[in-house]
């Protein structure tokens, strides 16, 4: 018979550690990734840094006021990059934000010597973390940072066009009346202007996209109106900044959704940008393709078909971002 013991009727703690995300910048991304996270559950214990120390602190106890209504555990702020130590994923949204009419290419000198500082340190106190970076121009950036930090491909990526594929499938939604987790559509490319919609591939449910027929307004998914989609996709942040400054509940959604794909280890097929070896003719540059997300980060990028004008549309974007970070000298 097996005895019970007051030990074993009030098992101590759990022995394990607690799931741990840590965000780095806590402005108007970092903190609606950090909500959006707490209130999805993604990790027991997320935490924000920043430099300025008032406003990490405010905003991490502002969220933690609220965990009583969230799978989370903890939320802690500060400016020290030692509350980093241990995470498991690190999210990283550190940098100056687009000006009304910048494009994210333009940002790309200063942020690049922003992640010549702060990369060395969050590799230092959290060197098994898988690092997804947020900061634009997120492509440069990620491949900057895997240059630097020299970890394998897998564990430092980029959230792509994760959100720019959210966009086009909330627009063919509101075309179609279908729900948007019913349309499969992804956007690859740079997340910018030269990004690229992949629309020979798109399904609706798994109806193609070329044989949905008449759409609510009438119209058909001819080029005229793919063209029409797909600019609104590349011009809606300049829309959004335009009006309130930057853009962060749809992004803070996105690296959610990416976190959660990550330490559920959930093998999704998201547009995260990592570094491509002989994808369609393209290597060497960080750029967003269909690629299955899991516990290690980025893995399988998939081959979807392409027409030869989507191929030459990626081939393009490929090349704009690697003359980018020539230029900089990477
Ligand atoms: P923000 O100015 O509101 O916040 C940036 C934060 O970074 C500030 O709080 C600042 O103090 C902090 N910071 C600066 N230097 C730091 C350092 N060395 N260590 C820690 N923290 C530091 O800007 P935002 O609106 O939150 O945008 C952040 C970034 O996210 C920008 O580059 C923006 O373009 C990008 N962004 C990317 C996407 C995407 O889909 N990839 C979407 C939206 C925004």
Known sequence: MPQTTAKSLYPSASTGRPSKIAIIGAGAVGTAVAYACAMRGDARSIVLQDINKPKVEAEALDIAHGIQFTPCGSVEGSDDVEIVAGAD??????????????????????????????????????????????????????????????????????????????????????????????????????????????????????????????????????????????????????????????????????????????LRDENRVLTVSSLLEDWEGISDVCMAAPTLVGRNGAGRVLNPPLTLAERDGLTASAQRLRQVARDLGF
């Open 89 to 262: 994923l690190v999210i990283i949204t550190a940098g100056a934000k687009q000006k009304p009419g910048q494009s994210r290419l333009e940002l790309a000198g200063s942020t690049v010597s922003l992640m010549k500082k702060i990369v060395p340190n969050l590799q230092k106190v959290a060197p098994n973390a898988v690092f997804m970076f947020i900061t634009n121009p997120v492509d440069v950036v990620t491949y900057v940072a895997l240059k630097l930090m020299d970890l394998p491909r897998n564990q430092v990526f980029g959230s792509g066009t994760v959100l720019d594929t959210s966009r086009l499938r909330y627009l063919v939604s509101l075309e179609t009346g279908v729900a948007t987790q019913n349309i499969h559509a992804y956007v690859a490319g740079e997340h910018g202007d030269s990004e690229v919609a992949m629309w020979s591939s798109a399904e609706i449910g798994n109806v193609p996209l070329a044989q949905w027929g008449p759409t609510l307004t009438g119209r058909t998914f001819d080029s005229e109106l793919r063209k029409e989609l797909a600019t609104e996709v590349v011009q809606s942040a300049y829309k959004i900044i335009e009006g309130k400054g930057a853009t962060n509940y749809a992004i803070g959604l996105s690296a959610s959704n990416i976190a959660s794909a990550v």
